[in-house]
């Protein structure tokens, strides 16, 4: 049997997501996903593995709530923001009429998710933010259901202006809803614009425990709305989408005391952000160092290729950029403990020596 014709996509033309988890390389020091360096410990209670779960567990919420400030009926829990890009996808675009809308370089999975539920993309190539052209979403603005932006963005690190998603959000008040991916958020939380939901109903916050709080193997995020959204939202998600252990562990960490611990440790990286930035400035063969208002600093080579297969022998894991479009000969690094640093810049500056460029 050809199970390639018995899936309803053409398998060779989809290009999957690839994760940093699913590539098998050794290393010793990660910085190819964005994770937080530092673990956390937690203890299971696990008293009723026998029952579901809660749906939508109120401590977690209310906790959540009160963490993001906005009202216990904004928010809904999911399986990361992965889940809740799905749902968004899944709920409100019908395949072959409804658009999703993005702008690139971005986070890859707005893509895929449309493209696995057949929902066309606009996809807008955004060198910077100056000269916004608000047009090209007035242009396309039937059908448009959903818009993505991811701020701080994945991979290069910068934040779409203000002023720009307030435009945005108006121009489409009435007809779509605008995603404002915060995943990163913590890094810079002054940025964040979760108050105006109250004031603009087509706002959609995501947020999630992957990055700063440390917690990307539980695998939890929170859409925060306005409570018609969240209602439809609750309406189609998945009966038990939060298994007990997960949620056990986010009632912990989702505490005052935590909280201030996972605040220290955002300083904590932050600082080694900026000492990384000068130190990759030095380094010759490093063409340009983008700022960036998130756990991870994008950098443009001479060679790309070369930087990460040298580095990789060394067990210094980074994401490639280079097939991104836009982003030839860059490279993705998270910020690591001062350590994995300093490391990283030793290797770098072997490399330097050898004047090899
Ligand atoms: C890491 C990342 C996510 C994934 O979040 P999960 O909650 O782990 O699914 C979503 N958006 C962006 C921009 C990310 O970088």
Redesign the pocket.
């Known amino acids: 049997m050809n199970f390639k014709k018995l899936v309803k996509f053409n398998i060779n033309n989809f290009i999957p997501y690839k994760s940093a988890r699913s590539m098998c390389v050794n290393g010793s020091v990660w910085l190819n ?2 994770e937080s360096p530092v673990n956390n410990e937690f203890f299971l209670l696990n008293k009723n593995l026998n029952r579901y779960p809660y749906p939508q567990p109120k401590n977690i919420i209310l906790r959540y709530s009160k963490y993001s400030k906005v009202n216990f009926n904004n928010v809904l829990i999911s ?5 809740s ?1 799905e749902l968004f996808t899944k709920i409100f675009c019908r395949p072959k009429i409804d658009k999703i809308m993005y702008f690139s370089p ?2 890859d ?1 707005y893509r895929i998710t449309a493209e696995i539920f057949r929902i066309d993309t606009v996809n807008i190539f955004l060198k910077n933010y100056n000269n916004f052209n608000y047009d090209i979403i007035r242009k396309n603005i039937k059908f448009l259901k959903l818009i993505y932006i ?1 701020r701080p ?2 991979p290069t690190g910068d934040i779409m202006p203000k002023e720009i998603l307030i435009n945005i959000l108006n121009i489409c008040k009435k007809t779509s809803l605008v995603i404002v ?1 915060e ?2 958020i913590e890094f810079c939380c002054y940025k964040s614009v979760v108050h105006l939901i109250d004031k603009y109903s087509n706002l959609v916050v ?1 947020r ?4 700063a709080f440390g917690l ?1 193997g539980i ?3 929170f859409s925060i709305a306005n409570s018609e959204i969240i209602n439809i939202l609750n309406k189609f998600i998945a009966p038990y989408p939060i298994p007990t252990p997960v949620c056990n562990i986010v009632n912990k960490f989702l505490s005052n005391k935590f909280i201030s611990f996972m605040k220290k440790s955002v300083l904590e990286i932050n600082k080694n952000k900026n000492w990384l930035f000068k130190k990759l400035k030095k380094i010759y063969f490093i063409k340009k160092v983008f700022k960036s208002y998130a756990n991870y600093i994008l950098i443009k080579c001479i060679s790309s290729d070369f930087i990460i297969k040298k580095l990789e022998s060394k067990g210094i894991i980074l994401r490639d950029q280079n097939k991104n479009f836009g982003l030839k000969n860059c490279i993705r690094i998270s910020i690591g403990t001062k350590l994995e640093c300093k490391k990283l810049i030793y290797e770098l500056k072997k490399i330097s020596y050898k004047n090899i460029f």
Do not use: V
């Open positions: 996903a964005n399986r990361g923001i992965d889940e890009i971005t986070y999975m991811c963005n994945n991916d995943a990163y995501l999630t425990l992957s990055k990307a695998r939890c995020g």
